[in-house]
């Protein structure tokens, strides 16, 4: 156990190493000392902080003046260092940027992450959003789209949908115009924006340059149609933040949503292992690249020395607030309810498929089999694998009938099945919770036997398109679930999946048939 007597009853950051003397982990405190003593209680300890415990070899710590320096200097360190322990902070979906270019005349396009020069607007949730909202763009503010600006004017110069700064039809300076109001639109100032057109188009009109200011009124419609579409009626004058988590499983599973003055600009989602002090640690590393809003709304109460970080690193007061009722605390509800959605809606249905069909075990991985052909020529035979309630399109098969001549599904479902499973045998692999074949109980019937041969005791049932009623291998009537079950939603999701993959590849054989 690592010692803790030179440690100073002082704010600061404590820093773990192994033997190999490799940072661990990174924490701060407002006492280290008596911060260092709790990891020696092993009963207090998390399984995570444990197992962090029995590798600790040695504990270095810096001293800071105040609790707020302790969590600028906690946030550098783990951002050179980027400690085993301490949280990763990736997102589990990646979403995609509008990124001004920096150029003599700037361009606006798609950016999967933040690299290279310009300035980066979003992250945008929904990818046609994003997209009707840079064609919005381009098309009302003619922003040029060429990488390379050519020597003569393009087909875009000529309809009416480019200026041409590539012949000098535009000065830069009234391009960056342009771009300026272009960013306060990206930037969500759709009122400013206006009122700069509104002031332009006026100002054009008494100077009699009409076209000038007939453009300007046309881009004052279009931002008009852009309001009403993003619903953009602000209800407050500030930005919130609202976080609300879940812990399943030892696992933390958090939601952020941005709002922007009364109105949902963005959500991100975070998966990260627990432990005690997540919630800060989260909240440090976040706002340290992310803008921080005047106001966070969390399910907790947390240290005041964390919004003395904030308020520093923002340059003006923001507050935490934890809502007991009223429309904050529906929000934190909203947030709970998407974090179910997004990260256990799987969970649910692969329940509800055990509990329907009295599975020993829940069907996490899934194989469905189909066969496809026209008239008993191309005959062909699909597998798709779900796991954990989502298609795993790595592990999808197509099989060329062999031994079947003419139309004989039975036949076909028992070739594909054999040589399915007769190959995870010999390379002895796992095999899947629960089979799923397309069809009624004589197909059900041809793959049981084969099975049955092979030595394998996986469940298997069948779906019936007719009226989908699921056979059951012992049960003596089908069984059938309601359209709106879950269980049966989920079969028939599979099911589809594996009938669109045996089409694709009877498709395509009949076409090299046609070809050669």
Same mark, same amino acid.
């Given at each position: ?322 809502? =007991?009722?009223?429309?904050?605390? @529906?929000? &934190? $509800? /909203?947030?709970? !309810?998407?974090?179910? *959605?997004?990260? #256990?809606?799987?969970?649910? =249905?692969?329940?509800?498929?055990? @509990?329907? &069909? $009295? /599975?020993?075990? !829940?069907?996490?991985? *899934?194989?469905? #089999? ?147």
């Amino acid at each position: 156990m690592f010692s803790i007597t030179h440690l100073p009853k002082k704010p600061g950051c404590y820093v773990f190493h192994n033997k190999q003397d490799r940072i661990l982990y990174v924490g701060k405190a407002k006492n280290l000392q008596k911060r260092l003593k709790s990891y020696q209680k092993p009963s207090r300890l998390d399984p995570k902080t444990k197992h962090l415990v029995k590798q600790i070899h040695s504990v270095d710590f810096i001293v800071t003046d105040n609790e707020v320096e302790a969590f600028l200097l906690e946030n550098t360190l783990i951002k050179k260092h980027q400690p085993k322990y301490n949280i990763n902070l990736k997102d589990s979906k990646s979403y995609s940027y509008i990124r001004i270019t920096d150029e003599s005349f700037p361009r606006a396009v798609i950016a999967r992450r933040k690299s290279g020069k310009g300035q980066y607007f979003g992250p945008f949730v929904s990818a046609a959003n994003r997209d009707y909202i840079l064609q919005f763009l381009k098309k009302t503010f003619h922003l040029r789209t060429c990488r390379k600006m050519p020597k003569k004017p393009c087909l875009r110069y000529h309809i009416h949908l480019c200026d041409a700064p590539c012949i000098g039809e535009i000065s830069a300076e009234e391009y960056n115009g342009q771009i300026k109001t272009v960013k306060q639109i990206l930037k969500g100032n759709i009122k400013q924006a206006t009122e700069e057109i509104n002031h332009d188009m006026n100002q054009f009109s008494k100077q009699q340059q009409y076209e000038h200011a007939l453009r300007k009124r046309n881009q004052l419609t279009a931002l008009e149609h852009l309001k009403d579409r993003q619903n953009m009626q602000r209800q407050k004058r500030y930005n919130e933040d609202i976080i609300n988590y879940k812990i399943v499983d030892d696992n933390v599973y958090l939601m952020l949503f941005n709002v922007y003055k009364g109105t949902l600009s963005n959500k991100n989602d975070f998966v990260f292992s627990y432990h005690n002090s997540f919630l800060e640690e989260f909240i440090t590393q976040y706002y340290s690249d992310h803008p921080i809003p005047k106001e966070l709304i969390v399910p907790e109460s947390l240290d005041e020395s964390l919004k003395d970080f904030l308020s520093h690193k923002k340059e003006s007061k923001v507050r935490i607030t934890v809502p =007991k009722r009223g429309e904050k605390k @529906q929000l &934190l $509800r /909203l947030v709970k !309810k998407n974090i179910d *959605i997004t990260f #256990f809606a799987n969970t649910k =249905k692969i329940a509800a498929l055990q @509990q329907r &069909l $009295r /599975l020993h075990e !829940k069907p996490v991985v *899934i194989e469905c #089999f189909d066969i496809s052909h026209l008239s008993g020529t191309s005959t062909v035979g699909s597998m798709v694998q779900f796991r954990n309630g989502k298609p795993d399109k790595s592990n999808y098969r197509r099989f060329r009938i062999r031994t079947v001549k003419g139309i004989d599904d039975f036949k076909a479902i028992g070739e594909v099945v054999r040589r399915r499973y007769t190959r995870l045998l010999k390379e002895n692999r796992s095999f899947p919770n629960l089979i799923i074949i397309d069809g009624g109980r004589g197909q059900l019937n041809s793959a049981l036997s084969i099975l049955e041969d092979i030595g394998v005791t996986t469940p298997v049932i069948s779906i019936a398109k007719r009226i989908e009623e699921l056979y059951i291998p012992g049960r003596i009537r089908p069984l059938l679930l309601k359209k709106d079950d879950i269980a049966l939603q989920y079969i028939q999701q599979i099911r589809d999946e594996a009938h669109r993959f045996a089409i694709k590849y009877n498709r395509l054989l009949r076409t090299k048939k046609v070809i050669s």
